[in-house]
């Protein structure tokens, strides 16, 4: 077998050497964010990190191989979680923070060439410092386009998850019985409780949920129907959903009036 780079995975930075990344001549950069935090009796902590690191490998691939050069950056395991403090190693920076490392990151990737950055978001307590970090960034001399993205499902595509979750559910569990099915503590699954709000209307606001109240064992919703398969489909259509946006913007010239014609 030849020992050269075409073994490697083009446009995965960790594993190309510094030839390598300049013969690749990237035009995107994706960079997932992760989080390292409790999901229940059932998951790693690891969970949003794996699934994140997964979906982007997979789009990255399919992108490269239709002629995008996406460069995919290891994940960023620690982000936000303030509403996850009561619970132990709940791994967290603070917003601020979140927001001054995504804005050094697309400041070292103008300066290393690149006009296109996706992030590509695994973590629900990264929303916020994700938004106002695009705006901070936007319109600003020497900062590339940046956007974010979180679930990129393609049209059509059906849903195979029965209880849905924001936690730790069927969705979470269902992934990871594929991406790392060893992690996966089978036999604590269960119909596991979310906290009710005592002020309904708060649904239709914008609040920050204090986590130990709204997901007491720190995964939420049924996730006795989950399954390798589904996990499968779903990480595989999202991926699908990336590298198509990755193809894209690797096709559309970077210009004063990018992406508009
Ligand atoms: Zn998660």
Redesign the pocket.
Known sequence: MSNDASAAFLGLLEEMTVDDVRAFNPEVVVVPLGSTEP?GPHLPLG??TYQVTQLCRIGVKEANERDARALLYPTLPITNNANARAFPFALRVGVRTLMSMIMDIATQCWEDGIKKVVFVNG?GGNFGALDAAMREISGKDNMPFACWTWNMIPDGFQDPIEHPSD??GES?TSKMMWIRPDLVRTDKLDDNPFGKLRVPSLNQTNFVRPWHLYVPISAGGETRTSSSDKGESLTKSQAKGLAQLLVELSQVPYSERFPYE
């Open positions: 999901h969970t949003d973590h936690h730790a979470e």
